[in-house]
């Protein structure tokens, strides 16, 4: 190339529309977006009995498998919380239907 004299313009490829197969992968990528929650997963086991809750500890692992969950959901659904609950009866209603 010379001085003074303006570089070749290189032709460039037109940008073709993504194809049908290429819209659903990014659309299912998409779904499989960590959701903005509002407070981490969290976990409780419910008293079926007399209604008492008590927090469940959840290691990392559990928090990731509740969050990938949130992908399952309908289209159109903004996940917001992630809160697992464990339907059970406490020690207290145990004893209690023990004795009657």
Known sequence: MS???PAKRVPRARARPPSRRSRRAATS???RRTPH???PPHGHIVCRSCGRIHPLE???ADCDVLVEM???G???WAVERVAYSI???CPK??????AA
């Open 3 to 5: 001085p003074g004299r």
């Open 29 to 31: 990528a998409k779904s």
């Open 37 to 39: 929650l509002s407070e």
């Open 58 to 60: 959840l290691v990392p």
């Open 70 to 72: 949130t992908a399952r």
């Open 74 to 76: 309908p289209t159109g």
């Open 87 to 89: 339907a059970a009866v």
């Open 93 to 98: 209603c145990r004893r209690a239907a023990a």
